[in-house]
Every structure is written in C-alpha cells, then in structure tokens.
C-alpha cells in the first residue's frame, strides 16, 4: 500500500488538478509532499519501533495510514490535500522499512529468500503497476477511489498486524536518550532535499535563490546530523554500518535501482500523455506489461539462489534492465504504447534478478540490532536514488525542450526571411515591368473618364 500510493496519483494528476482547482505545476505538491513526508518518516523506524514495540508502532501507522488515505479523498482544496498527502507519506513511510526488518528478524535462515522475494513483489511490482491501478480507478469511477482503495487491505492489514505478531512491552528508556538535535537536522535536512530534487528541474535548479537556500540548509543539517550520528554511542541511525564493503556497495545498488524503477515509470506516462494524447487508462494498459510479467519470476528466484550465487543474479538483473533502457534510444514521436511494451517486457524480466538477491546480499552478515538501522539506510537509499533519477530526467528534459525551442525559433526566423527576400527581390526584378502597368493603368483611366461624364 505504501510503495503503491507513491505513484498512484501520476496518471490522476489531471483530474486531481480540474477538482481543486490547481495549477499542473501547484497539483506536483500532491506527489512531492508524499515523498518528503516519508523521507523523513523512515529514518524515525528504529526509534519508534524501540519505543513502542513493532506490533504497537505498526499498527498505529496501518490506522494512520487508512484515516489520511480518506481524509485524501475529502480534500476541499489543494493545501487539504497536500497537508493530508503528507500525513498519508509520514505514516507510510513507516510501513515499508518495518516489513524489511521483520522479514530479517522473525524469519529462519532457510525461510528467508521466500519473504525477500515476497518482499521484492512489492517494491518493483507496487510502483510499475500504480498508474494503471489509479488511471483505470479515475477512468471507470474517480480520482477519489485510488484513497478509498486503501481502506479494504488496511483493515486487513491491521487484523493480520494484530493476530500474528506477539505483543510486547515498549522500551520506555528510549526516551531518556532521545535524540532531538538528530531527530530535527535530520527531518530538516532531508525534507529540504526532497523539495529541492523534486522543484529544481521547474525551477532552473541554482539560478532560483529558494533552491539554493534549500540545497545550502540541507547540506548543512544533513552534515551536522551525520556528525553527530558518528559520535553517539545510540545513534537514531547507525551510519558506522558504511565501513562495511558489502552493505555499502548494497546501498549504492539500491540507490541505481530506485532511479530505474521511478525514473522509467516518470517518463512514460509523461511521454504517452504529452505526445500520444493517452488517457489514464491507456496508460496504464501500456505500463501494466512491466508489472504483471514479473510475477512468474519472483517464486524462482529463491531456488535460483540455491544453486547460483546472488552476486551473479544481481548482475544479470541490472545488464537486462539496462538493455530494456536501450531498446528506446532510436524511438521517435511516431512511437506508440504498443511499440514500447517489448522494452517493458524485457525490464520486468530484469527486475526480480535484483530486488531480491540484493536483499539477501544486504542483510545475510548483519546483527540483529543492525537490522533496523540497515532497513532504514536501504529504503533511504533507494527513494533519493528515485528522486535523483527523476530530477535527472526532468532536468534533461527542460534542456532539450529549450534547446528544441530554440532551433524552431531560428528555423521560423529563417524561413521568413527568405519568404521577405523573394517578396523584394521579385519586386526589384519586376519594377520596370509594374512602371509601363501603373502609367497604362493611369493613362488610360484619364483618358475614359470624360467620357463616362
């Protein structure tokens, strides 16, 4: 639910727009304010969890999570809604680290790779198949229902939540040793990273001065809080883990990983919407043939792991990801939904291969008590490496836009002046012959108006 609502909006974002009465530009806080809100919400898991135990934490973000999906749906304007969104984020944010770290925690050895590739089904299957799921909700009902699709599996959520896993008391000394000055540059610090990321390719990045205080406050808090972490002895995260050579070249896999996974799913319906005139739905016919053919693969690729080392899987995964990235180099507007589905095709073929031997990679050497702060890094890692891949591509985008632009403009300058040049050089060629015509013209209306008095 939480992985599928950060892209379920994409496809509606026309319509939210219409209803509130938005701008396009004003209607992106709807997407971004979700993804700021759960930037900050993650690092807070281990704290929360610590605090309140992971049956209390996650069954009061599975509620929270299901009240801001509706009140989503109630929004009177667009500062409701991305007010709302934000709390739907924050909740949410929660929800995908802690399934990470109860996969590690609760599950043996030999059980494992199954819940990573249950896991894995919903970190690449979630966000591929969030447009199709909210164009088809929006096309057949209204924008409304891709909220109230939340409230049916949340309930479920929290009865599974509640039934199987065992209560336990809280640890109350957490807040003795609470670290606000972390906790502060921390939400500042990434928040104000999001925001930047995310409005930087509308806004030309470092010549708009908001951004560059953004990127100056976030470097800053993001230093202070990294400092201080290294120093405690209870860090809110451990960033100490990043000696580590197998977690950190892990995180940098899932940070590659997370801008293939949103960049690709940002620009297509971009493209088909802006150039092919694609409805919601269309849309999200085209984007389902990257979501749904992986699904055969997921119960694979744990015995695959028997038999192969994950290491090679990884590879294999990325090299047929970033084929299906090539397959579209020669494209043109000509280019419908239809002719992109085998590039599609060949990307959910790929994805499996990484999300879960990478988990199994990242997690095989870790501590128990590392677990919620490596859940933590990897989920952090993967969303900025989503937010950085889309302000790449917006950011190219707008250059090649302006620079497209530019050479009609100096096309159109051209053809007028050549369309001028013919007009004057035609008529210098022709001025004796247009004299002789204007003075018989003349002479020979002098010479018959008399007459006609």
Same mark, same amino acid.
């Given at each position: ?8 909006? $994409? @496809? ?14 004003? @209607? ?11 930037? +900050? ?8 969890? &610590? ?16 009240? &801001? !999906? ?15 969104? &934000? ?6 944010? /929660? ?46 009902? !209204? ?34 040793? +609470? ?7 921390? /939400? ?13 390719? %509308? ?11 953004? *990127? ?42 997370? *801008?293939?996974?949103?960049? !690709? ?17 269309? +849309? ?18 744990? %015995? ?28 043109? !507007? ?40 490596? @859940? ?10 989503? *937010? ?11 250059? %090649? ?19 001028? $040049? ?11 012959? &247009? ?8 002479? @020979? ?9």
């Amino acid at each position: 639910m939480a992985i599928l609502d950060i892209q379920i909006t $994409n @496809s509606s974002l026309k319509d939210i727009q219409a209803a509130l009465g938005a701008t396009l530009e004003e @209607s992106s806080w709807v997407a971004t304010s979700y993804l700021v809100a759960e930037m +900050i919400a993650i690092p807070l898991c281990g704290f929360f969890a &610590a605090w309140l135990s992971p049956r209390r934490y996650l069954l009061w973000n599975g509620a929270g999570f299901i009240l &801001a !999906s509706l009140a989503c749906s109630f929004a009177w304007n667009l500062d409701s809604m991305i007010v709302f969104r &934000a709390l739907q984020g924050f909740t949410g944010g /929660a929800l995908i680290p802690m399934a990470f770290t109860l996969i590690v925690t609760l599950l043996p050895a030999e059980k494992r790779p199954i819940g990573m590739a249950l896991f894995g089904v919903t970190a690449t299957f979630a966000p591929t198949i969030g447009p199709t799921l909210g164009g088809w909700l929006t096309e057949v009902f !209204s924008w409304h229902y891709i909220f109230y699709l939340n409230v049916i599996p949340g309930a479920l959520v929290l009865f599974l939540l509640s039934e199987g896993l065992e209560k336990e008391e809280g640890d109350p000394s957490q807040l003795k040793r +609470i670290d606000l000055f972390g906790i502060v540059t921390m /939400a500042v610090g990434m928040g104000c990273l999001e925001v930047m990321l995310e409005e930087g390719a %509308r806004d030309d990045w470092f010549d708009t001065e908001y951004i560059r205080w953004l *990127a100056l406050i976030s470097a800053s808090c993001l230093f202070l809080f990294a400092r201080k972490q290294l120093a405690s002895e209870h860090p809110l995260v451990n960033l100490r883990l990043f000696k580590n050579r197998d977690f950190t070249l892990a995180c940098i896999s899932y940070f590659v990983l997370g *801008a293939a996974l949103f960049g !690709s799913v940002y620009l297509v319906p971009l493209y088909l919407a802006s150039v092919q005139d694609y409805t919601a739905l269309d +849309i999200g016919l085209v984007l389902m043939w990257v979501g749904f053919p992986q699904l055969p693969f997921f119960p694979l690729i744990p %015995r695959l792991l028997k038999h192969i080392d994950a290491k090679y899987l990884v590879a294999f995964g990325f090299l047929v990801v970033g084929g299906s990235m090539f397959m579209n180099v020669h494209m043109t !507007s000509n280019y419908t939904g239809a002719y992109l589905i085998p590039a599609l095709l060949v990307r959910a073929i790929g994805q499996p291969f990484i999300i879960v031997p990478l988990s199994i990679l990242s997690s095989q050497n870790l501590d128990p008590k590392e677990v919620p702060s490596a @859940s933590t890094l990897y989920n952090v890692m993967r969303n900025l490496g989503g *937010a950085v891949g889309i302000a790449m591509l917006a950011t190219a985008l707008e250059y %090649r836009t302006d620079v497209h632009l530019a050479d009609l403009q100096q096309r159109i300058v051209v053809a007028v002046k050549m369309r001028w $040049n013919i007009y004057v050089n035609w008529a210098i060629c022709c001025r004796p012959v &247009a004299a002789v015509l204007i003075r018989v013209m003349v002479y @020979s209306w002098l010479s018959y108006t008399p007459k006609l008095w």
